[in-house]
């Protein structure tokens, strides 16, 4: 019922910034939380921020808080990740995913990832 597909990705220097952008089609007039996660290679996924649809309700990994802001546009059906002061560590493939509140307790609806690499 939902579709989602990310963009943004791309290489930055360490201490760069970049803003990834989730966009939503479909049945998205609903109550959904949002949220970013990530995976690095040989690793599992990885929680990095949550949003509610409404925009009440954020919340962060620690490895992120202060460098990482997550924010919603409704009309554009559209939800952001601004990075900033990216490390190394923080490359990793990041995904957007939605799952309906309150009914799911987990994320239904998944993009198929974009590439964030972070140099030295």
């Known amino acids: 019922q939902v579709q989602l597909v990310e963009s943004g990705g791309g290489l930055v220097q360490a201490g760069g910034s970049l803003r990834l952008s989730c966009a939503a089609s479909?049945?998205?007039?609903?109550?959904?939380?949002m949220g970013w996660f990530r995976q690095a290679p040989g690793k599992e996924r990885e929680f990095v921020a949550t949003i509610h649809w409404s925009g009440i309700s954020t919340t962060y990994a620690d490895s992120v808080k202060g460098r990482f802001t997550i924010s919603r546009d409704n009309a554009k059906n559209t939800v952001y990740l601004q990075m900033n002061s990216l490390k190394p560590e923080d490359t990793a493939v990041y995904y957007c995913a939605a799952k309906e509140v309150p009914t799911s307790t987990s994320y239904d609806y998944w993009g198929q990832g974009t590439q964030v690499t972070v140099s030295s």
């Open positions: 479909g049945r998205t007039f609903g109550s959904y939380r």
